[in-house]
């Protein structure tokens, strides 16, 4: 049966289906990004909101460049599928949540609109690390080229162009500010998103950037589940054990957190009743879930992929990338801050193991793999400097990094990286000799995320020459 709103009375008993009738509720929130990610965390989340009697918290969502999501949902009304895996049965849950998707490239006008509807009062981002254009000093990257076109007011392509013309918009029609809510894995995501806004907005109308400074709130949130794209294996799954066919359908583990900074504009759906957890400081969380889990899984990814493996749930097993995987968790990250009071990181670490080694989630190492050089200043290379600095030795993460490094050389495979060509250049002025100064000594090309001491670029070096001989 294809799903859509027709099919909603008759589908099969074990799938549940929305306890409201999603096209009589109009839109609250705009979400930038609307991938796999989304469709299976904050959507979810706000279904349950709307289950629960809560109204007119629909998600107009927007994909900044590829049509495939639009094509996905808007035949099925929106509606989709959220599979739970585990060694259970598979829980199915029909999503209502998202009214309809938006392609920003056809319709740039239809998202301006959307975010400047009164209607609006929160944008949710998932646009990932490279998304955000920042610098590598923290802030917006001027220099992008994508950044510069914004500015230049060619059409806007990038969330803050998109965001600029919004909120432009809403100042011209009293709608008031906007609760910007960034999803994505970055430290301090909140405060990111505000600072790269605010150069933004500073270049393309400083009174707008002075309004929304007074008007905007830009909480930061830790967002947790594990969501491996979905395969035509796992569609064909749905349609032979539940009879349905859904080509939005996202698979993902019965694990979900969300844990959001409590500094919001006006109103916002109820997610703490439906599991989210509303807070004033959510710095401890998401560094643990930057460093630990994202961390961990950076490393099974380079050192998984490495030795042939290509699922998380065989690196996590393998005799020497697992143990070194928990020993990054529990001896290196786990160690390298703080917790927030009652925040157990060793149960958390526990959690991580058991997780990672999920047999029914096949998460492919090559998706974390990608875009690297975005992820592992959060991810290791503020650990790194944590235990530098205190004289503490890293050793799971300099074999991780070394592992990346050589990742990112990308030989007789193809690197899906922002920064790939620089880091090919790098490797080739470089050379296996130089290539660790090359990136992470006092000129390197991370030096504004660390500098690595001398004695740390030689065990780096060594590794590399150990690799590569
Ligand atoms: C992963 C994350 O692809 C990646 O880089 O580390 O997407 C990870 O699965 C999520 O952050 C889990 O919440």
């Known amino acids: 049966m294809k799903l859509n709103l027709s099919a909603l009375d008759r589908l099969p008993a074990q799938a549940r289906r929305p306890a409201y009738i999603p096209s009589q509720h109009a839109c609250g929130i705009v979400h930038l990004g609307v991938g796999a990610f989304h469709r299976a965390h904050q959507a979810v989340y706000t279904d349950a909101a709307m289950n629960a009697g809560e109204r007119n918290w629909r998600i107009m969502g927007v994909s900044l460049r590829s049509p495939s999501v639009r094509d996905q949902l808007n035949p099925q009304d929106g509606l989709y599928t959220v599979t739970t895996k585990s060694e259970a049965r598979p829980e199915v849950r029909v999503i209502g949540a998202i009214a309809d998707v938006l392609v920003a490239p056809e319709d740039p006008a239809a998202i301006i609109g959307a975010l400047a509807s009164t209607a609006t009062r929160i944008v949710t981002l998932t646009v990932t690390e490279k998304g955000y254009h920042q610098s590598a000093g923290g802030g917006l990257d001027m220099n992008a080229p994508a950044i510069a076109a914004d500015l230049a007011h060619s059409g806007p392509t990038t969330i803050f162009g998109f965001l600029a013309a919004g909120l432009h918009r809403r100042r011209q029609a009293s709608a008031g500010g906007l609760t910007l809510l960034s999803c994505d894995n970055m430290a301090d995501n909140g405060k990111s998103l ?145 917790p927030a009071p009652g925040q157990n990181l060793s149960h958390y670490a526990d959690e991580l193991d058991a997780r990672f080694a999920n047999p029914a989630l096949p998460h492919r190492l090559v ?103």
């Not at 006092?442 to 030096?447: E, V």
């Open 194 to 338: 505000a600072r790269s806004l605010n150069d933004f907005l500073e270049q393309y109308d400083p009174s707008l950037a002075d309004w929304a400074r007074r008007t905007c709130r830009f909480p930061s949130s830790m967002v947790d589940r594990i969501v491996p794209a979905t395969t035509d294996a796992d569609r064909r799954m749905l349609s032979e054990t539940f009879g349905l066919e859904d080509s939005g359908a996202v698979f993902t583990e019965p694990f979900s957190q969300w844990i959001i900074e409590d500094d919001f504009v006006g109103s916002r759906p109820g997610w703490e009743q439906h599991g989210a957890e509303l807070v004033s400081d959510v710095a401890p969380y998401e560094t643990a879930k930057l460093r630990m889990l994202n961390g961990a899984h950076s490393a099974l990814a380079y050192l998984g992929l490495a030795k042939g493996l290509s699922l998380v749930s065989e690196a996590i097993a393998d005799p020497q990338v697992g143990p070194l995987a928990r020993r990054l968790m529990r001896e290196e990250a786990a160690t390298s801050f703080s």
């Open 367 to 469: 998706q974390i793999a990608m875009d690297g050089s975005q992820k592992i200043p959060q991810r290791w290379l503020s650990t790194l400097s944590v235990h530098q600095e205190a004289g503490r030795d890293s050793p799971a993460l300099l074999q991780a990094l070394a592992g990346w490094i050589l990742y990112v050389r990308g030989t007789s495979w193809e690197v899906d990286d922002p920064m790939r060509d620089q880091l090919a250049r790098a490797w080739q002025s470089a050379g296996h000799a130089g290539i660790a100064s090359a990136l992470f000594g006092s000129n390197g090309l991370f030096s504004e995320h660390w500098i690595a001491s001398e004695a740390t670029l030689e065990h780096l070096a060594k590794h590399i020459r150990t690799e590569m001989t």
